[in-house]
């Protein structure tokens, strides 16, 4: 069975750093397209950052050069470090996989349950 596990988020000052982590299970996802996305409260899903089998990235603009976004594929877990938070930053964070980009932005693949992550002004 497939299951993604979140890990790390919780409630910080703007300014801070919190590192998340997304724990991989029931398969081997080093070839597949990993990502975050989070759901800040009342409203829609959003992608965050996705990061290729060999290492590719991408990134919200809202987070560029401020949240990086890496995997271990011997884990099978990704990472995403947040620097330099801010309150719109606050959200329900998400990690998923598929086997294409276009599959993961499109809300396919397996996704994880959320660790919330609040980022107070």
């Known amino acids: 069975q497939v299951q993604l596990v979140e890990s790390g988020g919780g409630l910080v000052q703007a300014g801070a750093s919190l590192r998340l982590s997304c724990a991989a299970s029931?398969?081997?996802?080093?070839?597949?397209?990993m990502g975050w996305f989070r759901q800040p409260p009342g409203k829609e899903r959003d992608f965050v950052a996705a990061?290729?089998?060999?290492?590719?990235?991408d990134y919200a603009n809202s987070v560029k050069g401020r949240f990086t976004i890496s995997r271990d594929n011997a884990k099978n877990t990704v990472y995403l470090q947040m620097n330099s938070l801010e309150p719109e930053d606050t959200a329900v964070y998400y990690c998923?996989?598929?086997?294409?980009?276009?599959?993961?932005?499109?809300?396919?693949?397996?996704w994880g349950q959320g660790t919330q992550v609040t980022v107070s002004s």
């Open positions: 029931g398969r081997t996802f080093s070839s597949y397209y």
């Open positions: 998923a996989t598929s086997t294409f980009l276009g599959a993961l932005l499109a809300g396919a693949g397996y």
């Open positions: 990061i290729s089998s060999s290492g590719g990235t």
